[in-house]
């Protein structure tokens, strides 16, 4: 099932770069994302409430409220910079360097969830940089 819900967000984060970067079009990048972030804001807080999970904010441990701070403002940062890239570059290469960020993801969580590395994990994160490395190094024009 958790395949699914990947490829529904790979599809979701195919849709954000496309719409955002037709929307940046005469729009601050900052201004967009704040304007992006009261719908994701209201949209999310939302369906908790719907769910009926508002009341597991008790249950919150210490540490897990300071991951998802830090969290969310690695979100935010990433978010900032993908739009601010989005409004002076082209989408699919904005895209394909910002999605390399796959590859630091893994690195981080051999390191600190100690996840195991397989051949396969490594030759994917190899392909993903040399795809990055080659759109990267291209001429957008042609």
């Not at 441990?61 to 940062?77: D, P, R, V």
């Not at 051999?110 to 030759?123: A, C, G, M």
Request: proline share 1%; aromatic share 8%; with cysteine.
């Amino acid at each position: 099932m958790w395949i699914l819900w990947a490829v529904l967000a790979a599809i979701s984060a195919a849709l954000v770069i496309v719409l955002t970067k037709a929307g940046l079009k005469n729009v601050d990048s900052n201004l967009a994302f704040a304007i992006q972030s009261v719908f994701i804001f209201c949209i999310t807080w939302g369906i908790v409430t719907i769910q009926g999970n508002l009341s597991g904010i008790k249950e919150i441990e210490n540490k897990a409220w300071i991951l998802l701070i830090l969290a969310g403002l690695a979100t935010t940062l990433s978010t900032l910079f993908s739009y601010k890239a989005l409004s002076i570059g082209p989408a699919s290469y904005v895209a394909t360097i910002e999605r390399s960020s796959l590859v630091i993801a893994i690195i981080l969580s051999v390191i600190f969830l100690k996840e195991k590395i397989t051949w396969q994990l490594v030759t994917g994160a190899v392909l993903i940089i040399a795809g990055a490395i080659l759109i990267a190094l291209s001429d957008p024009g042609k």
